[in-house]
């Protein structure tokens, strides 16, 4: 589910382009899936094993039992006695109610960050994760300590569960202070209660629901009318309030850069390329004058693409106007002086050739063919912002104006800091969950299952990760890897089991 319920999407740190490019995956790109791959498979891998070694040495015939009741109660419809066909129907209308519950909570999650009900929202979400994390895991606790016969006094099991709950809320929502490391570790051991919780599912209903699941996680995040495509959309406005806890974050080596970026360092770059990212400060500070110059191997009788965008700025990229505004020679404004003066060279040139009523105008400009775009998006506060686009659709620099014609970009956070977080991958909580409840009803099996449905859920996250490079924006995560988890499953049970037992039971001479 995507940053809340069920299957999440995979998301990196990358604006989805609106110029459409060409889809052919480039080395740059393929080197960058490798790296995003590797730095979310390690998480992934450890998940399923953890959770696949606490459903097969964590339970008991009892705990079995009466968990497998406690379930029953979201199954709308008993399967007990029932032929195949009829236990396979009557399995995916479970599954089917279940993810339609999933769904109206997912909608109701939107609604809540769409109108910015956030004290409501996390309070929701921190309560239900101090729950999952002592109330679930001290029952996966107290059968660990009652199987295995381990002494611990109640006062010590509950003040360890206590902390335990209360440090995992801090270390997933607050994060300020804690190591990135805790944090994770949390996500991940949250992900192994609720796969412990879910694998006492009966067969039938737990593979039909990730059927379900992975059908539903495709509509969510592709379709115009999904609630996980809406919440990313809303995600990805410059005034979006964070919702942690609900998206693990990798962090991928430094050398590996998304498409379309530079390394750190550069301070001036030319608009079609990729402009220098912001500094550390929070005020708007003077932009550099750029030139607007197209890509290479672009063709050069390609139709021109303009838009309207204020003279200021036109002027500062050298952007060519459809209708040329001549200069006020006459206009001499009076300029700011002194060392606290943010003004530079290329802004008093302007203000000395135009009034600023001139600067503020909209005016036709024609982009670079195949370069880069300059966006107006009215914020909540009324304010006019340009976002400057790469030929990728990534945001290199957000432009504002003030009353006087100057152009200004704002700084919110510093160059180290945007770096960390555009080189990064997210992966959606319940895609762990997910992950791991399919092998961990694969290990209740056989170890040939579980490492047959590991290998091929990985196969398939590296499947997403290279469409996720190609078509750049969010993709959901669940489909490929649960529907090959499943199909692997059955032809490992029909097929691979049988010949190993056979190839057993005959004695091999070499």
Wanted: net charge negative.
């Amino acid at each position: 589910m995507s940053q809340s319920e069920a299957g999440v999407e995979v998301e990196q740190q990358q604006p989805s382009s609106n110029n459409a490019g060409s889809n052919d995956l480039s080395l740059e790109e393929l080197l960058y899936s490798s790296s995003s791959f590797h730095a979310i498979a390690v998480p992934v891998t450890i998940t399923m094993i953890l959770s696949s070694l606490v459903v097969r040495y964590v339970n008991t015939e009892e705990t079995i039992r009466e968990t497998q009741q406690a379930l029953s109660v979201y199954e709308a419809f008993d399967t007990d006695d029932a032929g195949t066909a009829k236990t396979l129907g009557l399995s995916l209308l479970n599954g089917l109610i279940m993810v339609s519950v999933i769904g109206g909570m997912t909608f109701g999650i939107v609604l809540l960050y769409k109108y910015r009900c956030m004290k409501c929202l996390m309070g929701y979400l921190m309560f239900s994760s101090a729950m999952l994390l002592g109330f679930l895991g001290g029952v996966i606790l107290y059968v660990a300590i009652d199987k295995y016969e381990l002494n611990i006094d109640a006062f010590s099991f509950y003040f360890f569960l206590y902390n335990f709950a209360i440090v995992g809320v801090t270390a997933i929502f607050w994060q300020k202070g804690i190591p990135r490391y805790i944090s994770q570790g949390y996500l991940v051991m949250t992900s192994v209660i609720l796969a412990w919780q879910l694998s006492h599912f009966d067969d039938w209903t737990a593979w039909t629901l990730l059927f379900m699941l992975a059908l539903y996680d495709l509509c969510a995040v592709l379709t115009p009318c999904g609630p996980l495509k809406f919440l990313v959309q809303l995600m990805q406005r410059d005034d979006a309030p964070d919702m942690p806890g609900l998206l693990y974050e990798a962090q991928l080596p430094s050398e590996a850069r998304r498409p379309g970026t530079r390394p750190t360092g550069n301070t001036s770059c030319s608009e079609g390329a990729e402009p220098p990212s912001a500094s550390s400060t929070d005020e708007p500070v003077a932009v550099e004058e750029e030139v607007a110059v197209p890509p290479q191997g672009v063709e050069p009788n390609a139709s021109p693409i303009t838009g309207n965008v204020p003279l200021a700025i036109a002027k500062l990229y050298r952007l060519p106007l459809t209708e040329p505004i001549q200069p006020t020679d006459s206009f001499t404004p009076l300029l700011e002086e002194g060392a606290g003066s943010t003004q530079i060279a290329t802004n008093d040139t302007l203000a000395q050739q135009y009034s600023p009523e001139q600067l503020c105008t909209q005016v036709e400009a024609t982009f670079p063919t195949g370069g880069g775009r300059i966006e107006p998006v009215v914020g909540a506060d009324g304010e006019t912002r340009y976002f400057v686009k790469d030929r990728h659709g990534a945001v290199r620099r957000i432009l504002v104006l003030d009353d006087a014609g100057r152009v200004m970009e704002v700084q919110q956070n510093s160059r180290d800091d945007d770096d960390d977080k555009d080189n990064s991958i997210k992966l959606g909580l319940g895609d762990f969950i997910f992950y791991s409840l399919l092998t961990s009803k694969a290990a209740q099996y056989n170890f040939v299952t579980f490492a047959a449905c590991a290998l091929v859920i990985l196969a398939g996250l590296g499947g997403t990760l290279v469409l996720l490079a190609v078509y750049r924006h969010a993709l959901p995560a669940l489909p490929i890897s649960i529907i090959l988890g499943v199909i692997f499953f059955l032809l490992t049970s029909i097929f691979v089991l049988p010949w190993i037992e056979i190839m057993f039971q005959s004695p091999l001479y070499v």
